[in-house]
């Protein structure tokens, strides 16, 4: 979700290795192809996948929460240390939930410094989204979320094959984790996986089709991993492509009550909704007109909203939630709601309404109402 936060079709090759990785490129395959033997024996450790459901699987785990958790509090140190907002010495943002330890020793502070610092250090500048070397950690911290360790000290299937200072890191900042927020943060995932799955099963292969159909692409055969963490990115929820994944904030105040269907679609959306930016393109190309920044971003958060308004404004499931739903019935949806088309998207609502509603509604074909919007930009 997010203003301008996504990118179509971010190509992200797997197996590809960044510039200057330390990643080793056969033992990260070799790890791969344990994973089937990680899911059958490797020691529980408190992960959480709600099912079956229908198109999505929804993830709370442990590894990639802790890895978002030392990434967001790796910005904010990194932000506080600028000269602008003045220097920090300790990072006061590891509060405590309800049912933990009351508060870190001083070893335990020290060892999560560590972690934050060795975060600012290496992947703080870099985006969640973007980076494909972050992509690569995401996924394979998910891939692993079964195993207890990340080096294969214990058991050779769980080296996650990860940089050494990483996995040293990440395995150092686990107990304290573990300890102090991970509870917080796996009860706030389960909870909205729990909201939610009731609706995705009920509704979850309706909208997965119209979608489909509307993008004129085929949704993906194999259910979306979908990560619940206590922080994603700025934007509260992001996706990456090969493998498609999703990865969702349970704790961000947008992604709440109703909206959650919405945020998940959204996301799902973004693995389908190619076959609009290609048609944009080439309508842009037909006219010679600068391609729009973000029109099929627009058009992915109008169509999803609409697909989603009728089902949740019959279904009664929004009885209780405050976000999301209006006094007296029907659902905002989430473009609405957080004002993203005041934020110079004003004009691409007023095209969505006037020439892609029309194709919603079946008046009008997918290309004719492209091509409208085009030619009146
Ligand atoms: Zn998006």
């Not at 489909?212 to 990456?240: F, H």
Request: with cysteine; proline share 6%.
């Amino acid at each position: 979700m997010g203003l301008c936060a996504e990118r179509l079709g971010a190509t992200i090759v797997r197996f590809t290795m960044p510039r200057k990785s330390p990643w080793r490129l056969p033992l990260f395959l070799f790890a791969v192809s344990l994973l089937a033997p990680v899911r059958a024996l490797a020691r529980p450790q408190s992960n959480f996948t709600y099912g079956p459901l229908p198109v999505f699987e929804l993830h709370s785990g442990f590894w990639i929460n802790l890895h978002h958790t030392l990434y967001h509090e790796a910005k904010l140190r990194a932000a506080s240390a600028r000269p602008d907002k003045g220097a920090r010495t300790s990072d006061p943002t590891l509060n405590t939930g309800p049912d933990a330890k009351p508060a870190l020793t001083s070893s335990e502070q020290h060892i999560w410094d560590d972690a934050v610092a060795y975060y600012v250090s290496n992947y703080a500048t870099k985006d969640l989204l973007f980076s494909t070397e972050l992509i690569q950690l995401k996924d394979q911290l998910g891939d692993f979320e079964d195993c207890d360790e990340l080096s294969g000290r214990k058991r050779r299937f769980c080296d996650a094959g990860l940089p050494a200072k990483l996995t040293q890191v990440l395995e150092s900042a686990a107990p304290v984790y573990r300890a102090h927020l991970w509870p917080e943060h796996d009860r706030a995932n389960r909870r909205w996986i729990m909201r939610v799955a009731p609706l995705v099963r009920e509704q979850g292969v309706g909208l997965s089709e119209r979608l489909a159909d509307i993008y004129q692409a085929r949704w993906p055969r194999e259910k979306i991993r979908v990560d619940l963490t206590g922080y994603a990115n700025w934007s509260g929820a992001y996706t990456t492509a090969d493998p498609l994944r999703v990865t969702i904030s349970s704790l961000d105040s947008r992604n709440q009550g109703a909206a959650a269907l919405e945020v998940l679609f959204h996301e799902g959306s973004h693995g389908i909704a190619e076959p609009v930016q290609a048609a944009i393109i080439r309508e842009c190309h037909q006219r010679d007109k600068a391609i729009p920044r973000d029109l099929w971003h627009a058009l992915v958060f109008y169509t999803t909203g609409e697909v989603i308004r009728p089902v949740l404004g019959s279904s009664g499931a929004t009885a209780g939630d405050q976000d999301g739903s209006v006094p007296g019935g029907g659902y905002t949806p989430y473009a609405l709601r957080e004002g993203l088309y005041q934020r110079g998207w004003s004009e691409y609502f007023k095209l969505l309404q006037k020439f892609w509603q029309p194709y919603l509604d079946g008046h009008a074909s997918f290309d004719d109402a492209i091509a409208r919007m085009v030619s009146s930009l």
